[in-house]
Every structure is written in C-alpha cells, then in structure tokens.
C-alpha cells in the first residue's frame, strides 16, 4: 500500500465526503429545504480558504487503522473537485435566493451526479482536470 503523502488524502475520508454531499442534495430535495445545502458548501468553502473540511476531520476520527494504510487521493485533485462543488453549490443556492427552482435542480443534481458517479469508481472533476492540464501542455508545446 502507497504511504499517504502530506499532498494526500486518505480514500474513506474523500468518500466521506462525497455520502456527505449525496445525501444533503437528497435531503434538500426530499425535504424542499434548499438551504440544506449551505452545510456541504460551508465546508468545502471552509477547504479552500482554510485548508479545513470539518467533514473529513470528523471522518478521521472513524478510520481503523492509520491513514498512510489506505490508498491515498491527490490532495491537489480533491481541491479542484472543490472548487467544482462549491461552485454548483454555490449557484444552487443562488437559484433558490431568486427563486429559480429549475436552476437550482440544475445545479444541485450536478453535484449530486458528479458525487454519486464519483462514489461509483468513476471522477468526472479528475477526468476534466486531466484534459485541461493535458490541453496545457500541448499549448506550451507550441
């Protein structure tokens, strides 16, 4: 098993984290609470600026053995996964401030696909990440 660098996460904890987006989308739509999703926002916002997911920190605490033991996850990638949420989050709840419900069903089921196939074996933001850097350096090629 690859030793879990400082520029990594533990793979359970990312899984976490994405439960914990999943089942907040599907409580706020189950539930008609939009604002619902103002928890996986504040903590992934909390991540960007703080370097700080209090959901992966309460995750940490349930892990049974040492976190270097599972298969680590680019702590880099996960950031621009981040980003990607909190983006959609972001725009979701700025649908439901104006009252655009179909915004809001838009841009909160992204997040919920994205999480969800993400939770399947499959990183939509890895793959987008990839092509951009791939995109990169072949205009640096140039």
């Known amino acids: 098993m690859s030793a879990i660098s400082p520029n990594s996460i533990p793979k359970p904890l990312v899984q976490v984290n994405q439960w914990f987006i999943v089942i907040s989308v599907v409580i706020s739509w189950l539930?008609?609470?939009?604002f619902f999703l103002l928890l996986p926002f504040i903590a992934g916002l909390s991540a960007l600026i703080f370097?700080?997911?209090p959901v992966i920190k309460i995750g940490k605490r349930f892990l049974k053995k040492d976190p270097s033991q599972y298969t680590p996850e680019d702590a880099d990638q996960q950031q621009f996964n981040n980003i990607i949420a909190v983006s959609c989050l972001g725009a979701?709840?700025?649908s439901a401030l104006i009252g655009w419900s179909t915004g809001f069903y838009i841009f909160s089921g992204m997040v919920f696909l994205a999480a969800s196939?993400?939770?399947a074996g499959f990183c939509i933001g890895c793959f987008i990440r990839f092509q951009w850097k791939r995109l990169q350096y072949k205009r640096s090629l140039q």
């Not at 539930?31 to 939009?34: G, K, N, S, T």
């Open 92 to 94: 979701a709840m700025i």
């Open 51 to 53: 370097k700080f997911n």
């Open 117 to 119: 196939i993400a939770l």
């Open 31 to 34: 539930f008609q609470i939009e």
